[in-house]
T-cell receptor, first 115, second 115 residues
Framework: DAMVIQNPRYQVTQFGKPVTLSCSQT?????MYWYQQKSSQAPKLLFH???????NEADTPDNFQSRRPNTSFCFLDIRSPGLGDAAMYLC??????????????FGPGTRLTVL | DQQVKQNSPSLSVQEGRISILNCDYT??????FLWYKKYPAEGPTFLIS?????DKNEDGRFTVFLNKSAKHLSLHIVPSQPGDSAVYFC??????????????FGQGTILTVHP
């Protein structure tokens, strides 16, 4: 089945220790998104890739970076995690169609704990 | 500034009855609305959507109503089943421009359907 896969499902890191979360997709979608969701809050878009074009949200901290080496993979790098970065990180993909919003397909998420 | 709001954190319904989940938005540029369902330990999955050119969209037991003048939409589930128990997210987007289908989510409503 075509799907969005996130690894690991649970990640524990220490305060200030860099961490990388990964996302892969078999849907061959051209857009990939990274969301941060804190408890009882709405998922918040951090950035997205349209093909290789990176689009950062205005309020995404510089501490968060992303890489998309190819269509299938996208990585979220947190350079110096703080306690406030503990959250669920969701990866999503979609296929763009001009003038139309297509549904996004989500992975199961990675829950990040910062000690 | 929360552009999409789900003011009811939770809703409890008896099996077989109607579940009504509500969502309000403030951005008049939004012209496409989606509902996602999320089970624990899984990513959100697309449920149903509606374009602003319509005021109703129906898919089986699920119907979404849109009131543009009130900037309000609702999801009706009839009849409700215990398997519908999940967190429901409302999301909004704009089909035009270069937004690439970016979604703005509400905080979610936890639906519990009792047998």
């Amino acid at each position: 089945d075509a799907m969005v896969i996130q690894n690991p499902r649970y990640q524990v890191t220490q305060f200030g220790k860099p961490v990388t979360l990964s996302c892969s997709q078999t849907l061959n979608h051209n857009v990939m998104y990274w969301y941060q969701q804190k408890s009882s809050q709405a998922p918040k878009l951090l950035f997205h890739y349209y093909d290789k074009d990176f689009n950062n949200e205005a309020d995404t901290p510089d501490n968060f970076q992303s890489r998309r080496p190819n269509t299938s993979f996208c990585f979220l790098d947190i350079r110096s995690p703080g306690l406030g970065d503990a959250a669920m990180y969701l990866c999503a993909t979609s296929r763009t169609t001009s003038g139309r919003v297509n549904e996004q397909f989500f992975g199961p998420g990675t829950r990040l704990t910062v000690l | 500034d929360q552009q999409v709001k789900q003011n009811s954190p939770s809703l409890s319904v008896q099996e077989g009855r109607i579940s009504i989940l509500n969502c309000d938005y403030t951005n008049s540029m939004f012209d496409y609305f989606l509902w996602y369902k999320k089970y624990p330990a899984e990513g959100p999955t697309f449920l149903i959507s509606i374009s602003s050119i319509k005021d109703k969209n129906e898919d089986g037991r699920f119907t979404v109503f849109l009131n543009k003048s009130a900037k309000h939409l609702s999801l009706h589930i009839v009849p409700s089943q215990p398997g519908d128990s999940a967190v429901y997210f409302c999301a909004a987007s704009s089909a035009g421009g270069t937004s690439y289908g970016k979604l703005t989510f509400g905080q979610g409503t936890i639906l519990t359907v009792h047998p």
